[in-house]
Every structure is written in C-alpha cells, then in structure tokens.
C-alpha cells in the first residue's frame, strides 16, 4: 500500500510523481489475485479481499489507519493529459498499458481482466467500495470467455465463487448483483464510459450460475 503514496518526510510534491506508483500497485494487485485463481487459492483471495490494509502515515487522517482493497485501484494524471493532448481518445490508457505489459505466458492477459471480473463482483457487493475495472475494456465485442464464471455454471464449480464471495447460492447471487448493478450505476458505465461494449452480466456469466449439477 505504501509504494503508491509519497514518503512522510516528502513536504513538497505534485501527486503526479507518484503516477506510475499507483498503476504498478494496481497492477500488481490483479497479478495476485490471477496467481491465486490459477493456483485454486479462493480462501487466500478471499483473505486479501476482506482483509483491511495498513496506511502510510502521510495517509494517515482523522483516525482512519486502515484502507480496503479498493484502495488499490489506479488513477492517472499523466496518462489522462496525454491522452487529451495527443486526441488519442482511449478509454483507458491504464488498461492499454497493462495490457502491453501482459507478456508473461503464464498469466495471460485474460487473467488479468478476470481479476478485474472478480473485484468489481465483490464490489458490486458492497455498498462501500469503489471500482472501476480498466481493463475490461477489452472485454467487450471479442466475446471473451472467463474460465472462473464460464465453470461457475456448474454447482461443483461454483463452490469456488461460493467461497470468494460468501453467497450460498446462483439465485442469492444474481439478486445481490442486481441491487449491486442499482446502487453502483453499473448501466451508465456500460452506456456511457464503456461505450456500449461492456456486458458486466454477460461477462460474469450471471444467468447460468449454478444452474447445472
């Protein structure tokens, strides 16, 4: 948590220094929980996603030591001038630039995007948290399949998303995403920040949970 903020003994600073801080973090975060996935870890993911993390002191205001894993998501000032100045009219340069660094074999980068998949589901949750997934952006038009929600049709197989989340079941689960979809705009996002070519529900394989044996 601490690499993404400045130094307390840094008195003067430009919150666009500690840019590319925050987007390694961000980064790094969805590399650990796709680590944890491909490695069947769902009780340790379910630890990082409800434990609360240690702030830095310069972070440190009015009592409030401790941030949840929303903490963790990525702004960048940098890379949202540069894409003004430039008219490049990205969505996200954030998720353009996770997406170059993808290379690793081992992890795809649609693993990363799930990871992204599952935050904003234990998102959508709560009414508390905050996030907004980059990198699905790509997810739109092409059809991605998320291995995770495509398996989670199956009961055996969604015990996984059973433990992640804490949900018995596909019917509690879709009717909790809903309210979550209400209270987070989730359909203006697909609208009017995704241009359309996002379906949350769609890539959660929402329908089909836990409607096989």
Do not use: C
Request: hydrophobic fraction near 45%; glycine fraction near 6%.
């Amino acid at each position: 948590m601490a690499v993404k903020y400045r130094p307390a003994e840094l008195m003067q600073w430009s919150d666009g220094w500690f840019d590319a801080h925050g987007l390694f973090v961000y980064e790094m975060f969805l590399y650990v929980v796709a680590i944890l996935v491909a490695n069947d870890r769902f009780a340790t993911l379910k630890h990082i996603l409800d434990t609360h993390y240690l702030l830095p002191d310069s972070e440190v205001h009015g009592g409030h030591d401790f941030a949840a894993y929303d903490e963790f998501l990525a702004s960048s000032h940098a890379l949202a001038y540069r894409n003004d100045r430039l008219k490049l009219q990205r969505i996200s340069l954030i998720a353009d630039t996770i997406k170059d660094r993808a290379t690793r074999k081992d992890i795809p980068f649609r693993d990363i995007m799930q990871s992204d998949l599952i935050i904003l589901l234990m998102t959508l949750l709560s009414s508390e948290m905050r996030w907004y997934p980059h990198t699905l952006i790509y997810a739109g038009h092409g059809g991605v399949r998320f291995p995770l929600f495509v398996r989670a049709a199956q009961h055996h197989y969604f015990e996984r998303l059973k433990i992640i989340t804490g949900v018995e079941s596909g019917d509690v689960l879709r009717q909790k995403v809903a309210e979550g979809f209400v209270k987070h705009d989730i359909r203006h996002w697909e609208k009017m920040v995704f241009w359309g070519g996002v379906n949350f529900a769609e890539s959660m394989n929402l329908k089909a949970l836990d409607t096989l044996k």
